[in-house]
């Protein structure tokens, strides 16, 4: 451990990693973590239909008719698989891969709708709150048969999110948590790139893979710089760290990425197959045969694993026999005399043969979008010196992309840990025993509070203009207190500034919260603010004019907290919010 560590009360710590396509949960035992905080368990899920066991199951959830909660991941996609057999599966609410509706989403209102697989609608709340739910109890039945008479105070829980996602779209994670059992107070959002980042350094140095010939103990020295690549099915989230002396970690450059994760590999195949049987017989295979559909999906899913740069055997995929008919019906020509086969492929009874380069191909954009981004990241300032690259997540398993970055930054050291798709969920387990261990963090935005200043002539719009005990004031200023890009200490209250109520009448001060991508704003309703929410400090009991309020902002991870102090009495306000 660290030297200061702090090391969380609670008996267990569990981490819930929602993805793209798949999730699952780890948890880890604070007497454990004590002894080697690489120590982390997880369930072991049936892959429904599909051989095997896995540490994640696939991220699909199935309400019934009335919409009350059904099933999850494997489980759901069969019993939704099974209803489209029997035609029984029109009114059901079937929702897959449905986490990347909120990446983007600079507002999202409570009654925002997330749309099924057979176009029917839900409350998204009540989807993402139904899934973490179902992951919540499924731990607490897991460990009662290890663990009698847990309480759910003995449990701090840990929820991933990306961390290139805006501000509402945490936030809303949060509430869909709180709405599917877990409290704030038993609450912490991880960082997925973060979160791997200590997985890895908690890692022996044997399971790792690197390029370079360097090991894991010498990338994780004090003094060493790494950029962690965070791939996984929808996002690609992109960090840089450093190892202080007391080996807690410390980032030097702000979060950053794209939706250029393994999903778009699937995007591309489906654009494969559009050009071969044209869109209206795609939409029509999509609507009428759902259970093909979603097979076809299986099998794509299990078999772009297998593709490599170097391989020189051919992809093959079995085509349901219903794609060919829905193409006839269309076209009104069978499928099989249409069909020219050629160097690059062939169909061969009920399969599609894809020879190795255009096999490839279907990585080839978001590959380059990764290796593009990389390029000019790597000629930021606080960047230019990191010469090690750290792979963690599912798309950063396939093969295509190991290449691909080992290609383009061939005097980097490229690290890909063991089981790289679990970095994150594991390392989500560590970070809940000790969620200080990452200081500073580099601010992604600029915040401030909504307040009246002096009205500046010739620079403030004149419908902000207002008068107030005859002095000149404009509405809707931007009062900054941290800038995009500063490094923050965890939970150290910062730019403290003074500020005072408008009108001696007021029994109170409300401040509106707001944060914004620009380095400068001037104005809360700029394009790039989002409000936060509201601070209210209470001056009923302050008499006279001494009325000030030093007001500071301490952050911690993906919380911001407000502190404000009545200098007359010396009262201490605080509240949290999100962001």
């Not at 090991?215 to 996002?235: C, E, H, M, N, V």
């Not at 062939?346 to 380059?368: H, I, M, Y």
């Not at 969920?425 to 600029?446: D, H």
């Amino acid at each position: 451990m660290a030297a200061g560590e702090t090391i969380s009360e609670s008996l267990f710590v569990a981490a819930i990693d929602f993805g793209t396509t798949f999730s699952g949960y780890a948890f880890g035992n604070r007497n454990d973590y004590k002894d080697d905080p690489s120590k982390v368990a997880g369930c072991h899920w049936s892959m429904g239909s599909q051989p095997g066991l896995s540490l994640k199951t696939p991220s699909c959830i199935l309400f019934d008719p009335e919409q009350n909660f059904d099933s999850f991941g494997g489980e759901a996609e069969d019993k939704y698989t099974e209803l489209a057999q029997e035609e029984e599966h029109g009114d059901w609410y079937f929702f897959r891969r449905f986490k990347m509706q909120l990446y983007g989403k600079e507002e999202l209102s409570k009654d925002f709708m997330l749309e099924g697989e057979n176009g029917l609608q839900m409350p998204a709340i009540k989807v993402f709150a139904e899934s973490i739910k179902f992951l919540r109890t499924h731990f607490e039945d897991h460990i009662k048969n290890k663990v009698d008479a847990i309480k759910p105070r003995d449990v701090e829980w840990v929820l991933t999110v990306p961390a290139i996602w805006p501000d509402p779209a945490k936030k809303f994670m949060k509430e869909a948590a709180n709405a599917g059992g877990i409290p704030n107070s038993r609450l912490i959002l991880a960082l997925e790139p973060e979160a791997a980042s200590i997985y890895c350094k908690n890692l022996p140095v044997d399971r790792t893979l690197s390029s370079g010939g360097r090991s894991t103990l010498d990338a994780f020295a004090p003094g060493t710089q790494y950029l962690i690549l965070d791939a996984g099915g929808g996002t690609v989230d992109i960090t840089v760290q450093e190892i202080k002396d007391d080996g807690d970690i410390k980032q030097i450059y702000m979060a950053n990425g794209g939706d250029w994760g393994g999903t778009k590999v699937d995007e591309a195949f489906d654009e494969f197959l559009t050009e071969i049987v044209g869109s209206d017989t795609v939409d029509k295979f999509r609507k009428d045969d759902k259970v093909d559909y979603l097979g076809l999906c299986r099998e794509f899913e299990v078999k772009k694993r297998s593709i490599r740069p170097d391989s020189t055997a051919k992809l093959t995929i079995r085509m349901p026999l219903s794609l060919s008919e829905r193409f006839q019906e269309v076209k009104g020509v069978s499928l099989k005399s249409s069909f020219k086969s050629n160097k690059s492929m062939s169909w061969v009874g009920d399969k599609l043969r894809v020879d190795p380069d255009t096999a490839n191909k279907f990585f080839e954009e978001p590959c380059q979008r990764i290796v593009d981004h990389l390029k000019d990241l790597f000629q930021k300032g606080a960047v230019v010196d990191t010469d090690i690259i750290l792979m963690v997540g599912g798309f950063s398993e396939s093969p295509v992309l190991q290449a691909a970055i080992k290609s383009a930054f061939q005097s980097k050291t490229v690290i890909i840990p063991e089981d790289a798709g679990l970095a994150v969920l594991k390392g989500a387990v560590q970070f809940g025993f000790n969620p200080k261990v990452i200081s500073p963090r580099i601010l992604r935005y600029t915040f401030g509070f909504g307040t009246n200043m002096q009205f500046r002539p010739h620079t403030d719009p004149e419908d902000k203009k207002h008068f107030t005990n005859n002095k000149m004031y404009c509405r809707d200023r931007f009062g900054k207190h941290v800038a995009r890009g500063e490094p923050m200490e965890s939970e150290e209250v910062t730019n403290k500034k003074t500020y005072n109520p408008l009108k001696e009448t007021q029994s109170k001060i409300e401040l509106p919260i707001y944060s914004s991508r620009s380095e400068d704003p001037q104005y809360v309703d700029e394009a790039d603010c989002t409000y936060i929410g509201k601070f209210e400090v209470d001056l009923s009991n302050v008499r006279g004019s001494d009325r000030e309020v030093e007001i500071g902002m301490r952050f911690g991870g993906t919380d911001l907290a407000v502190e404000a102090i009545v200098k007359s009495t010396g009262q201490k306000i605080e509240a949290n919010f999100s962001f």
